[in-house]
């Protein structure tokens, strides 16, 4: 059974820095993808950053390029998500979602692709 654990939220002022972490377990799939997404509330769930296991492709959404950056430890089996100049906009429970694939799939991917989620982590930014 996949499991996927996100941790790392909290409360920061704006400008400030967390890192997200995502701990995936129970993969039998060779290809697979991690994102983060975020919701707020009122508003629908949006795409925040993916990552490719096979080749290390990224996205990030308009909102948050250069400001966010994605990284994966196979060995660890989690994926990072270093979030760095944080504003207020930003405040929402964020989530991880894997999706598996094979062949070749390069991001971004359809929030319909993922199949398996992680509970959420509360990021909270103050003005």
């Known amino acids: 059974e996949v499991q996927l654990v996100a941790s790392g939220g909290g409360l920061v002022q704006a400008g400030g820095s967390l890192r997200l972490s995502c701990a995936a377990s129970?993969?039998?799939?060779?290809?697979?993808?991690i994102g983060w997404f975020r919701q707020a509330p009122g508003k629908e769930r949006e795409g925040v950053s993916c990552?490719?296991?096979?080749?290390?492709?990224?996205y990030y959404a308009d909102s948050v390029k250069g400001r966010f950056t994605i990284a994966s430890d196979n060995a660890k089996n989690t994926v990072y998500l270093q979030m760095n100049s944080l504003k207020p906009e930003d405040t929402a429970v964020y989530y991880c979602?894997?999706?598996?694939?094979?062949?070749?799939?390069?991001?971004?991917?359809?929030?319909?692709?993922?199949?398996?989620w992680g509970q959420g982590t509360q990021v909270t930014v103050s003005s």
């Open positions: 990552i490719s296991s096979s080749d290390g492709s990224t």
């Open positions: 979602a894997a999706l598996y694939y094979s062949g070749s799939y390069s991001p971004p991917y359809p929030i319909a692709d993922f199949g398996s």
């Open positions: 129970g993969f039998t799939f060779d290809d697979y993808a």
